[in-house]
Nanobody, 121 residues
C-alpha cells in the first residue's frame, strides 16, 4: 500500500509560482507511475500531469503545458509539480496519485489527501 502526502500548496498572486511535493512511503515507489490531479469547487477532478515510473515520459493537460512541470526523484520517493505563471483558474485542491507500473488499468489506485492552491487576481 502506497501512502502519499502532498505539501507546498498555498496562496499566491497571479503570475507567481509554487512547487508541490508528494512524498511516498510503502512499497518501492519507483515501481509506480504518478500523477497530479486537481479539483476546483463545483467541478470534476481532472488530471493535470502524469509521469511514468522512470520519469521518462510526462504528459500534461493542455492548460498546463508550458507552465507546469512534473518531475520525480525516486531516490527520495517524491514527485513534484512546479507551477509557473499561475492563473486564478488554477485555484483548486491538488492531489497526488499513483498506480503500479504494470497495472492494466488506467485508473490510479492510491491518493493523497490534497493540498489547496489559491491564486489571487
Amino acid at each position: 500500500q502506497v501512502h502519499l502526502v502532498e505539501s507546498g500548496g498555498g496562496l499566491v498572486q497571479a503570475g507567481g509560482s509554487l512547487r508541490l511535493s508528494c512524498a511516498a512511503s510503502g512499497p518501492t515507489f519507483s515501481n509506480y507511475d504518478a500523477g497530479w490531479f486537481r479539483q476546483a469547487p463545483g467541478k470534476e477532478r481532472e488530471i493535470v500531469a502524469g509521469i511514468t515510473w522512470s520519469g521518462g515520459i510526462t504528459v500534461y493537460v493542455d492548460s498546463a503545458k508550458g507552465r507546469f512541470t512534473i518531475s520525480r526523484d525516486n531516490a527520495k520517493n517524491t514527485v513534484y509539480l512546479r507551477m509557473n505563471s499561475l492563473k486564478p483558474e488554477d485555484t483548486a485542491v491538488y492531489y497526488c496519485a499513483a498506480k503500479f507500473r504494470y497495472s492494466s488499468r488506467a485508473t490510479y489506485d492510491y491518493w493523497g489527501q490534497g493540498t489547496q492552491v489559491t491564486v489571487s487576481s
